[in-house]
């Protein structure tokens, strides 16, 4: 099975800064994509940053300028860089991967990691 750990969450006033990072472990064979995922009380989940193997980039607008994505092959993990920060982005920050895992065999996996939360507030 694919573990995803996160960590770097926590409080930050407004206009802070902050890092998110999501290590991947297990009988990975490859990772396609890597996503930061958010949830807020009495909000659905959604999508705030995704980055795809060949680096490809796909952003919530509501995020675009503030947040960059990135990812580390050779580490499977995955980045969030979180700028400008606003207290409309406090949540529960969920990181995903998807890709192949598995010996003898490959098989598909879509892991999600357990949430770390991101408060933003003076």
């Known amino acids: 099975q694919v573990q995803l750990v996160e960590s770097g969450g926590g409080l930050v006033q407004p206009g802070g800064s902050l890092r998110l990072s999501c290590a991947a472990s297990?009988?990975?064979?490859?990772?396609?994509?890597m996503g930061w995922y958010r949830q807020a009380p009495g909000k659905q989940r959604e999508l705030v940053a995704a980055?795809?193997?060949?680096?490809?980039?796909n952003y919530q607008d509501s995020v675009k300028g503030r947040f960059t994505i990135s990812r580390d092959n050779t580490k499977n993990t995955v980045y969030l860089q979180m700028n400008s920060l606003k207290p409309e982005d406090t949540a529960v920050y969920y990181c995903?991967?998807?890709?192949?895992?598995?010996?003898?065999?490959?098989?598909?996996?879509?892991?999600w990691g357990q949430g770390t939360q991101v408060t933003v507030s003076s």
């Open positions: 980055v795809a193997s060949g680096g490809t980039t």
């Open positions: 995903n991967a998807k890709g192949t895992e598995g010996w003898p065999w490959p098989r598909s996996f879509n892991s």
């Open positions: 297990g009988s990975i064979r490859s990772i396609a994509d």
